[in-house]
Every structure is written in C-alpha cells, then in structure tokens.
T-cell receptor
Framework: ETGVTQSPTHLIKTRGQQVTLRCSSQSGHNTVSWYQQALGQGPQFIFQYYREEENGRGNFPPRFSGLQFPNYSSELNVNALELDDSALYLC??????????????FGEGSRLTVL | AQKITQTQPGMFVQEKEAVTLDCTYDTSDPSYGLFWYKQPSSGEMIFLIY??????QNATEGRYSLNFQKARKSANLVISASQLGDSAMYFC?????????????FGQGTRLTINP
C-alpha cells in the first residue's frame, strides 16, 4: 500500500448535485494531484495542488475545484454533476510538484456514479 | 503535446510465460520520462518501472523490464515468468509539464489475464 487514502470509496449522486472527495497524502508528501478515470480509459489529469495552491490544471471546467490543507490533505469538489462525471477519481501524492522517477503514489480511488 | 498509444486492449497468457505489452509514444521534447503502472481491480495505480530518455540502459525491476527503442518511440513492458497475480490493467504513461505542475499522460491501457 502507498499510504494515500481516499474517501469515500463509492458514492452515488444525481445530476445537478454536488460532491466532495477527500484525499490524505502519504506522510512527507506536500503535493497532491487529482485524476479522473472514465470506464475503459486511462486516467486524465484534473489539477495539482502544491503549498495549498493550484499550480497546474488540465482540460476540466471550473465546476471542478479543489483545496489543499496545511497538513497537505486535499479535497476535490464537483458542482452541478453531469452523467459524464461518472468515473473513478484518483488522488496521487508526491514530494514536490515536479516529482521525477515514479515518485507519484496513488490511492485506490473514489468511484462516483451519477444517475 | 505528449501522446501515448497502447494498441492491445487485452492479452491472454499462460502462467509462467513471458509477456510483452506494447507502448508507443509521441513527443517533441528531447528529455522525457516513461512509466508503467499496474492497476488491479482495487483501483490503485501501482508504479512498476521508469525509463528516462537519456538512460543508457533499459530499465529493469525484478520481473519487469522495459524494452526501450528510442528511434521507434516505443517503450514495451516485458514481464518474465508471469504469475496469476499479474492479472490486471497495465498503463503506459509519459511525464508532461503543465504550468507549474507535472502530470502523467496515460495510454488506454491493456488488460492482461494470466491463465493457470
């Protein structure tokens, strides 16, 4: 196990609702990245948080937002849920925003179903 | 932009055989890094092996080795002596920079099934 924990593991929401997903990074890691993995696809980068600020964002609309706390844990918030938001959301932690050779540690993900 | 292509949606291999999972990439950067991850049904992405573009030798980690052919832009994963526990999704990925961050660009993945 990597030491990255995510909650909840599974959840079901309806269209238009809001959801908050949580991630505790591995001890000593100060950077958290979030990825969305649709069924049958590879993960897609949503954004990265470093020192409590967003320092890189993928091609996701503003209704995807996040936070990082002083203890380096993080939240992913999605507003106005759409059916296409159904996916596995993966959190990954690292030391520094430009972690090099495989120093990206993933959690087991939160599986979101939007009905 | 970086792009990763994995052309094998599924592979079926007998236990104890070696298996090669294909990965080709596209980038204009002279310096890049390539990764392989394993994703079991639990969902967690498990790092397997890393190859840097300037590394002189192919990377190896236990039963995993990376067949890196720079001119062909391929980075195939070789698993020797496959085990039942190797059954999982396998993703090839490339490091990319976006604003102040590093992200991984993943391929579509290959589902590997090891038969007893």
């Amino acid at each position: 196990e990597t030491g990255v924990t995510q909650s909840p593991t599974h959840l079901i929401k309806t269209r238009g609702q809001q959801v908050t997903l949580r991630c505790s990074s591995q001890s000593g890691h100060n950077t958290v990245s979030w990825y969305q993995q649709a069924l049958g696809q590879g993960p897609q980068f949503i954004f990265q948080y470093y020192r409590e600020e967003e320092n890189g964002r993928g091609n996701f609309p503003p209704r995807f937002s996040g936070l990082q706390f002083p203890n380096y844990s993080s939240e992913l918030n999605v507003n106005a849920l759409e059916l296409d938001d159904s996916a596995l959301y993966l959190c990954a932690s690292s030391w520094g925003p430009r972690g090099g050779t495989g120093e990206l540690f993933f959690g087991e993900g939160s599986r979101l179903t939007v009905l | 932009a970086q792009k990763i292509t994995q052309t094998q949606p599924g592979m079926f291999v007998q236990e104890k055989e070696a298996v090669t999972l294909d990965c080709t990439y596209d980038t204009s950067d002279p310096s890049y890094g390539l990764f392989w991850y394993k994703q079991p049904s639990s969902g967690e992405m498990i790092f397997l092996i890393y190859q840097g573009s300037y590394d002189q030798q192919n990377a190896t980690e236990g039963r995993y080795s990376l067949n890196f052919q720079k001119a062909r832009k391929s980075a195939n994963l070789v698993i020797s002596a496959s085990q039942l526990g190797d059954s999982a999704m396998y993703f090839c990925a490339m490091r990319d920079r976006i604003q102040g961050a590093q992200k991984l660009v993943f391929g579509q993945g290959t589902r590997l099934t090891i038969n007893p």
